[in-house]
């Protein structure tokens, strides 16, 4: 004879948390990948094309961190000078 064993299933806010956590972790993942594929591409169609392939698409390449942690504010007042 087995035992049952009764596992009661994940809280739905903490699912939700790992869910945020892992589309953060794919977006990033993603516009390095992007990043990747621009830079060793023969040509913009080239690069359309390998992105293509890849699921990807070049407006993957500026992830929701980006605008947080201030890089892109960073990058225009270097581009200012």
């Not at 948390?17 to 589309?23: L, P, S, Y």
């Not at 977006?27 to 293509?52: F, K, P, S, W, Y």
């Not at 980006?66 to 892109?72: Q, R, W």
Request: aromatic share 2%; with cysteine.
């Amino acid at each position: 004879m087995t035992l049952a064993r009764h596992v009661s299933p994940p809280p739905p806010a903490r699912i939700t948390r790992a869910k945020a956590v892992e589309d953060g972790h794919s977006a990033v993942q993603n516009a390095r990948a992007v990043r990747t594929v621009a830079g060793h591409a023969a040509d913009a169609e080239d690069c359309i094309e390998l992105l293509a392939m890849l699921g990807l698409e070049a407006t993957d390449s500026a992830p929701r961190w980006t605008l947080a942690d201030g890089a892109l504010g960073a990058l225009g007042a270097v581009g200012a000078e």
